[in-house]
């Protein structure tokens, strides 16, 4: 407590005190979409990489496709790092908040009861108070709403925490630069080794879906639902 | 690297039957799981009588992971 404060009302330094308390939820708000930001940069970097190692694959240059898909490891692991500080902070925050909660019905019981027996002008510091009480009610609310939404949005971090190994992500990359070189090849009707692809899966060419094709998504469904989630 | 989905298939088909001779039950989930993968790719490089007859190689493997699946989820639960 500063000196000055000595010198000012408990009413007006209880509300300072609240004033301040509600900055700094805040300023911990902000540094959370701060950071949310800065994954959805880095996830956008990360997927970048994935293209270009993917591009390197299908020129078959080895040594670029390792060192970018280093780097995606890397990012990766960056990402997984960020989520879990941004998810123990939250956790933070949350408990403070509800802290807080408790205060606030702490303090709006004492509110009632001097209301009942309150004198007319201490009404209105009393109904400036419930003022504030529904500010910070709807403070509460908008905090639950950024945990519903970065859990909703995060929910494939939450679900697994292994990163695949370099070797395997290798084997994600090789496997789909196969089958658009083959799918390919069978459209153009050409030998699969004489095939390049350079165009994105999807702008590379439509079928009209056959009988075949929809027993094919059948099995591409059950095959989801069997790994749960596809990449 | 391999150049046909044909050779992919194969390829995660050997793997997984050493990884389930091995009781690696994770990796022969994740092998099967691609085998099964590849075999509807090449469903859809063939004509509808092929195809047809990989959908139902697809199918099979699907069934062979569901139960490496079904094990790995008994041995999580005992664990």
């Given at each position: 407590m500063a000196l000055k404060d000595l010198f000012i009302s408990k009413t007006e330094r209880e509300k300072r005190k609240r004033l301040a308390r509600r900055k700094a939820f805040r300023q911990a708000e902000r540094a959370m979409d701060t950071v949310n930001t800065e994954i959805a940069r880095m996830r956008a970097k990360r997927d970048k990489l994935w293209d270009e190692a993917k591009a390197y694959k299908r020129d078959g240059q080895k040594l670029a496709v390792q060192r970018t898909l280093k780097s995606y490891r890397a990012q990766e692991m960056h990402i997984s790092n960020m989520e879990m500080k941004r998810w123990g902070f939250e956790q933070i925050l949350l408990k403070m908040r509800l802290a807080e909660t408790d205060q606030a019905f702490a303090s709006a019981l004492q509110g009632l009861n001097a209301v009942q027996?309150?004198?007319?002008?201490s009404l209105e510091s009393t109904l400036e108070e419930i003022g504030l009480k529904a500010d910070d009610f709807e403070d509460n609310n908008n905090i639950w709403r950024t945990i519903y939404d970065s859990e909703m949005a995060n929910a494939e971090i939450a679900n697994g925490s292994s990163i695949p190994s370099i070797d395997e992500l290798d084997i994600f990359l090789e496997d789909e630069v196969v089958v658009e070189r083959s799918e390919l090849a069978a459209t153009i009707n050409q030998p699969v080794e004489q095939v390049k692809t350079n165009t994105s899966p999807s702008s590379r060419y439509e079928i009209p879906p056959s009988e075949l094709d929809q027993k094919i998504g059948a099995g591409h469904i059950r095959l989801k639902k069997l790994l749960g989630e596809g990449r | 690297m391999s150049s046909s989905v044909a050779d992919k298939k194969r390829e995660h088909e050997i793997a997984a039957e050493q990884f389930l001779s091995q009781k690696d039950y994770e990796q022969a989930f994740f092998h099967t799981a691609r085998a099964a993968e590849f075999t509807l790719e090449l469903a859809q490089l063939c004509d509808r009588e092929q195809g047809l007859a990989y959908i139902d190689d697809a199918h099979g493997l699907l069934d062979v992971a569901e139960e490496i699946k079904a094990i790995m989820s008994k041995k999580t639960e005992k664990g």
């Open positions: 027996f309150a004198p007319p002008e | -």
